[in-house]
C-alpha cells in the first residue's frame, strides 16, 4: 500500500517545496495544453474532414471520460496521488501524438480511417486525463492551509492562463503566416512534448498517508455518504450544472464564428486569445476576493455570464462584429476561469480531508458526465435536427445557442454555504 510510504502529516516544508513543483507544473502545463486546447482541436478537426456532429463528439470527450477517474481513484491506494497523476499525464500525451498521424493516413486512405485516428488520439488524450485529474483537488489540499486556498489556487490559474495566453498567442502569429495542416502537426508534437516534462513535476510532490487511505473508502460507502447528506448531493449538482454551462456555449461559439461567419482558422484563434485573456483577468480578480467573501457568490455571478454569452449568440447579427464579439469571448473567459477557480475553492473549503478523494471523483465524474452527454448528444443531436427540418446557415447555431441558454437555469439556484460544513 502507498500509503506506508508516506508520513502522516506534512510539515511546513513538505508544503512549500509540494507548492513549489506544482506551480512548476501548472505554468508547463499551460503551455502544453495551449499547444492541444480544445479550439485548436475543434479546427484540426474541421481540417481534417470531421461533420458538425463528429466536432461536437470530440469538444465532449473531456468530460464523457470523466468515468475513468474511477481508474485513477483505483490506482491512488497504490501509487500516490502525484505518481497517479504524473503517469497518467505521461500516457495522455502519448495518445496526444496520435492525432499527427491523421494527415498521413489522409493520403492514402478514406475519409473513415483519418476520422477514427483524430477521435482516437483526442479520446485517450482526454481519458488519461480524466484518470490523473481525480489526484488534483486532494493534492492541492495537501499542499496548502485553509486560509490560503482561495489566493493559491487563483495564483496558480494566473501562472497557468498567463503561459497558455502567450503559447496561443504564438501559435495565432504563426498561423496567420504559415496557415498549413503541418503547423498544426507541429504545434501538437511541441505541446506533447513539454506536457512530457511537465509530468515529471508532478512525481517530485510530496503527500501524507490521508489521500492513499481516503482512496480505499469503498465507493458504496461514498455513495451512501452522498445519499445521506443532503448538502454533498447539492454540491455534485451544482457542479454539474457549471460544467455544462460553459461546455455548451463556449466550444459551439468556436463553431458558430467559424462555420456560421466561415472566418478564417487564424481569425478564430484570435478569438480565443479573448477567452485567455478573460481568464488571466478573472485568476486576478478571484484570488483578491475569494478568501474574503468565499467562492459561493462568485459561482452565481459566473453562471449569470454564461447565459448572458448565450442570449447574445442565439440573437447573433446577420453581420459579423468584430469588437462585441471579441467582447463575448472576453466573457466567456473570464466566466470559465472564474468558475473552475470557484468551485474547486469550495469543494475544499466544504468537503472535510477524509472524505475529499471520494467525493472530487464524484464530483468530477457526474459533472463530466453531465456535461459531455448535453454536448455529444444534446448539442449532436440538436444541430443535426436543426439542419433537418431546413435550418441553414448562422441560423443554425443561433437555434443551437437559444438551446443552450435553459442549460444555465439549472446552476442560478446555487450550491449551499460552504460554511455550514464546518
Known amino acids: ?56 463528439v470530440l469538444a465532449s470527450f473531456m468530460h464523457l ?7 485513477g481513484k483505483l490506482l491512488i491506494p497504490r501509487f500516490g496521488l502525484a505518481r497517479t497523476w ?18 498521413f493516413i489522409a493520403l492514402g486512405f478514406s475519409q473513415t480511417p483519418v476520422t ?59 498561423l496567420r503566416f504559415f496557415d498549413k495542416v503541418w503547423v498544426y502537426q507541429a504545434v501538437i ?25 481516503s482512496a480505499t473508502m469503498p465507493i458504496r460507502d461514498t455513495l451512501r455518504l452522498i445519499r445521506r447528506n443532503a448538502k454533498y448531493r447539492r454540491l455534485l449538482g451544482g457542479w454539474a450544472a457549471g460544467i455544462s454551462s460553459f461546455v455548451l456555449v463556449i466550444p459551439f461559439s468556436i463553431v458558430t464564428i467559424k462555420n456560421g461567419y466561415h472566418i478564417s482558422d487564424y481569425h478564430a484563434l484570435v478569438f480565443s486569445l479573448f477567452i485567455l485573456a478573460g481568464g488571466i483577468l478573472s485568476s486576478y480578480t478571484n484570488g483578491r476576493v ?21 442570449v447574445f449568440w442565439s440573437f447573433a447579427p446577420q453581420e459579423f462584429f468584430t469588437v462585441v464579439t471579441a467582447l463575448i469571448f472576453l466573457l466567456q473567459g473570464y466566466c470559465k476561469t472564474g468558475l473552475i477557480i470557484a468551485t474547486n475553492h469550495y469543494f475544499l473549503q466544504a468537503v472535510q480531508p477524509t472524505d475529499r478523494v471520494g467525493l472530487s471523483l464524484f464530483a468530477r465524474m457526474t459533472g463530466g458526465l453531465v456535461a459531455g452527454i448535453a454536448s455529444a448528444l444534446g448539442g449532436g443531436t440538436a444541430l443535426s435536427l436543426i439542419r433537418a427540418v431546413g435550418v ?23 450550491p449551499p454555504n460552504e460554511k455550514t460544513f464546518r
Open 1 to 56: 500500500m502507498a500509503s506506508s510510504a508516506f508520513p502522516s502529516e506534512l510539515g511546513s516544508e513538505d508544503r512549500e517545496t509540494g507548492k513549489r513543483y506544482l506551480r512548476r507544473f501548472v505554468m508547463l502545463n499551460g503551455i502544453s495544453i495551449a499547444f492541444l486546447m480544445n479550439d485548436l482541436l475543434i479546427l484540426y478537426g474541421i481540417r481534417n474532414g470531421l461533420s458538425d456532429p463528429q466536432l461536437a
Open 65 to 71: 471520460t470523466m468515468p475513468f477517474l474511477l481508474v
Open 86 to 103: 504524473g503517469y497518467a499525464w505521461l500516457l495522455r500525451y502519448i495518445f496526444g501524438s496520435v492525432l499527427i498521424a491523421a494527415p
Open 116 to 174: 477514427v485516428t483524430v477521435l482516437l488520439g483526442a479520446f485517450g488524450f482526454s481519458m488519461f486525463r480524466s484518470i490523473g485529474i481525480v489526484a488534483n483537488t486532494p493534492l492541492t489540499g495537501e499542499v496548502t492551509v485553509y486560509e490560503e486556498r482561495g489566493s493559491f489556487l487563483s495564483g496558480n490559474w494566473v501562472r497557468s492562463q498567463t503561459a497558455y495566453f502567450f503559447s496561443v498567442s504564438v501559435v495565432v502569429v504563426i
Open 189 to 213: 508534437a511541441l505541446g506533447c512534448l513539454v506536457g512530457f516534462y511537465a509530468s515529471r513535476q508532478l512525481l517530485k510532490i510530496p503527500e501524507s498517508s490521508t489521500p492513499s487511505e
Open 290 to 310: 475569494a478568501d474574503t467573501i468565499g467562492p459561493r457568490p462568485l459561482l452565481i455571478l459566473y453562471i449569470c455570464g454564461f447565459f448572458i454569452s448565450a
Open 392 to 414: 441553414e446557415g448562422l441560423d443554425v447555431y443561433r437555434s443551437f445557442q437559444a438551446c443552450a441558454r435553459g442549460a444555465c437555469f439549472p446552476a442560478f439556484s446555487g
